[in-house]
């Protein structure tokens, strides 16, 4: 059955094709199509026959970026299981929560977070659901964990699919952040993933590239944006154990990197590493920036120093991930856009009416299309919530498009705040003090007022050597804002707390200065 058998079809056509370097291995390990099948189907045999996986069971994994991951997502599309993958962020009571929750029968982990694997297998007592296998991919493991290589070496590579798999089955569960309580893992189908893949390859992809994928691939960014399609595409990805930057410049040019995507704070964060002035990217056909507007001047600084052109996007886990894509030729003609739908993408403004918006207006941001993920699992009512009457996914982002279609992120709901009556949207006082020249990085974050209700407050993190005082930081925002946008307060910070993405987290800043006031 093709239908989640990626590897099957993929080993098929070119089995000699380099599909993976996992460098986080020593020595750096580069598997065939072929191999890469074996490995997959070697895994999927032990889960059938020794953990009883079978279709609709869940696999979780708990590990770096590595090519454990694949194997283990690649098996349970040829079982028609369920992968679950856990964000190694969370602490090892918020995973037992999750574990309740999806139960899934076999825990992978890499020796990182062995001390959450045993903390799972000892608090089992406290729950209903408990884990039946531990498979480590590394170290001597928690009692009774099985070492995932020697699976692999003990069991026959027999071909192993799932006749009855139909696209609307559930490939894998990824858990969205939420801004309060358990993360929400969406249903993510294989018609979900197919559709995207036709939303990247339209888009981005040739049969030559070579992508280098640095997101973690607990999230849709690793695992789905360009990382699915290059697998089915046939061609050759390399995986890191976690971003690097000075790792990261080396390996575009060591393995001609043709396809490179990262937030933000990533590309920042490569202009400051030791061999940034020396490093050749000259390989790369572009770069992909999601998660956040891409200030200007360091768009600018990659073209003039390495002479790189950056497509940007716009994703989420419910959708895609691919929704938008603004190409290289726009970048600053549309600067702060995020271009336009994908291909298979409708995408539409709506108020808080449901009433369409037309160009400039403001409003909540609302899609159609066949990326669209199953629902929460085990979530019914946060499934019902995710859609309107007439099937619109509402994103909670506010966006504007302008008369030739191409849509702007005001801001998040949640993120905008009211002061003295007037909507204040972070993402547009973020985007000018990224203008600043001692700025590195920047979160603008509303807190309580008793005259206005909330005013602003900006915390600024600066760039190796420079020099800045928040008064002037307030006093150049004042140049170019008018006044009720301007925060009141400012905060020079050692550092922004990051997502595993990267991305700032805006509700962690927040607690940490409301805590701190």
């Given at each position: ?5 990626y590897l099957?079809?993929?080993a098929l ?5 380099i599909?993976i370097i996992?460098v986080?291995k020593?020595p750096?390990l ?6 890469f099948d074996?490995r997959?189907n070697?895994l ?12 609709g069971?869940r696999?979780?994994?708990l ?21 679950t993958?856990?964000n ?7 995973l037992?929560a999750l574990?309740?929750?999806?139960g ?5 982990y890499?020796?990182d977070?062995r001390?959450a694997a045993r903390?799972?297998q000892?608090?089992a007592?406290d729950?209903?659901?408990?884990i039946?296998h531990?498979l480590h991919c590394?170290?001597?493991?928690i ?6 290589q020697?699976?692999?070496e003990r069991?026959?590579?027999a071909a192993i699919?799932c006749?009855s ?24 189908s294989?018609r979900m993933i197919?559709?995207?893949?036709l939303n990247t390859?339209?888009h ?5 590239d070579?992508?280098?994928c640095?997101f ?10 360009y990382?699915s399609?290059?697998?089915i ?10 971003f690097?930057p000075v790792q990261v410049?080396?390996?575009?040019e ?6 490179f995507?990262g ?6 964060a ?8 020396r490093?050749?990217l ?6 992909t920036s ?6 200007v001047?360091?768009?600018?600084q990659?073209?003039?120093q390495k ?6 996007g ?6 895609g991930?691919?929704l ?6 726009d ?6 856009s995020i ?10 403004v709506?108020?808080?009416?449901n009433?369409?918006?037309?160009p400039g207006?403001?409003g ?12 929460y ?7 019902a919530?995710?859609l309107?009457?007439d ?5 909670g982002d506010l ?7 191409y849509?702007?992120?005001t ?5 905008m ?10 993402t547009?006082?973020e985007?000018v003090l ?6 590195f990085?920047c979160a ?8 206005w ?5 900006a915390?600024v ?5 420079a020099?800045?005082?928040?008064d002037?930081?307030?006093a ?5 804002l008018a006044?009720?946008?301007?925060p009141?307060?400012a905060?020079?910070?050692e550092?922004?707390p990051?997502?595993g993405m990267?991305?700032i987290?805006k509700?962690d800043?927040?607690?940490q ?5």
């Open positions: 059955m093709y239908i989640g058998d099957g079809r993929r056509y070119s089995p000699d094709r599909a996992d986080g020593e750096v580069r598997l065939s199509y072929r191999a074996e997959a070697r999927a045999g032990w889960l059938r026959e020794v953990a009883g996986v079978g279709k069971d696999v979780a994994i590990a770096r970026d590595g090519v454990e991951h694949l194997d283990a997502f690649f098996a349970c599309g040829k079982l028609g299981a369920i992968h993958a856990l190694w962020r969370l602490h090892a009571r918020e037992a574990i309740e929750k999806t899934p029968k076999v825990l992978l890499s020796d977070f001390e903390f799972l000892q608090d007592t729950r209903s659901h408990t039946g531990y590394e170290g001597s493991g009692p009774g964990s099985h070492p995932l020697e699976v692999l069991t026959a590579p699919t006749d798999l139909d696209l609307e089955d559930t490939a894998c569960l990824l858990f969205t952040g939420g801004t309060t309580g358990l993360p929400k893992g969406a249903m993510i294989h197919v559709w995207n893949v390859v339209i981005d992809l040739r049969h030559d070579i992508y280098l640095v973690p691939l607990f999230h849709a960014g690793g695992l789905f944006a990382l399609a290059q697998i595409f046939g061609n050759t990805s390399v995986l890191t154990r976690q690097d410049l080396g390996l575009i060591q393995e001609r990197i043709t396809v995507a937030v933000p704070t990533m590309y920042q490569l202009t400051q590493a030791p061999n940034w002035s490093a050749d000259g390989s790369l056909r572009f770069c999601g998660g956040a507007p891409l200030p001047p360091l768009i600018e990659y073209g003039e002479g790189v052109r950056f497509k940007q716009f994703g989420m886990t419910e959708f991930p691919g938008f894509a603004l190409p290289a030729e970048a600053q003609r549309k600067a702060g271009g336009r739908p994908n291909y298979f993408i409708d995408a539409r709506m108020d808080d009416a009433r369409l918006l037309g207006a403001v909540e941001l609302v899609l159609k299309g066949p990326s669209r993920f199953s629902g699992f085990a979530d019914p009512e946060e499934s919530r995710a309107d009457a099937g619109w996914f509402h994103t966006v504007y498009q302008d008369e030739e279609g849509f702007f992120v801001d998040r709901k949640k993120d705040y009211i002061s003295g009556g007037e909507n204040v949207y972070p547009e006082l985007g990224y203008r600043h020249p001692a700025v990085q603008v974050i509303g807190i309580p007022d008793p005259r209700g909330e005013v602003g407050m915390c993190t600066l760039k190796p050597g020099t800045a005082t928040e002037e930081l307030i150049f925002l004042r140049e170019n006044a009720y946008k301007v009141k307060q905060r020079i910070l550092a922004l990051l997502s990267g991305k987290l509700r800043l927040k607690e200065i409301l805590a701190e006031m």
